[in-house]
């Protein structure tokens, strides 16, 4: 089951149902099932009291996920900053929020399925794995054309 939750900020205009149908077609794709998956969207400065509680981190971020996966079933926390992804797609995906806020929807659960971007050549291997999973939804019309 995917719930999608808000911290301090207002729920994205994010179509569920197709986005959770999305989520699971991705999973499929690496042999995986969906379990308990929640996202949180939040504001920098909840995800950054996040960032330095659990993870000793003092950056802002975009996501952070918790991985309580068991076997092939996927399941975590997943932590969104909204203000990140809209500063993120003005610098980096040509304004599309949308486009923008999706792409780290998906990290997360490439994240689960075991795909990291830390290591060397691990941040190409995730940018083509988010990029196919984009396609799927392009493929369905999902995003406006020039958007």
Known sequence: ?????????????????????????????????????????CSDEKILEVNRQYLGHDYYTDIITFDYCEGNRLSGDLFISLDTVRTNANQFAGGDYD???????????????????????EREVMEEAEN????????????????
């Open 99 to 121: 486009r923008e806020l999706h792409r780290v929807i998906i990290h997360g659960i490439l994240h689960l399925c075991g795909i990291n971007d830390k290591g060397p050549g």
């Open 1 to 41: 089951m995917i719930t999608y939750q808000t911290e301090d900020i207002e729920m994205p205009a994010i179509k569920k149902r197709e986005t959770t149908e999305w989520i699971k077609a991705v999973a499929a794709t690496y042999g995986k099932k969906i379990g308990e998956i929640a996202y949180i969207f």
């Open 132 to 147: 196919k999973a984009l396609g799927l939804l392009e493929n369905k019309g999902f995003f406006p054309e020039n958007a």
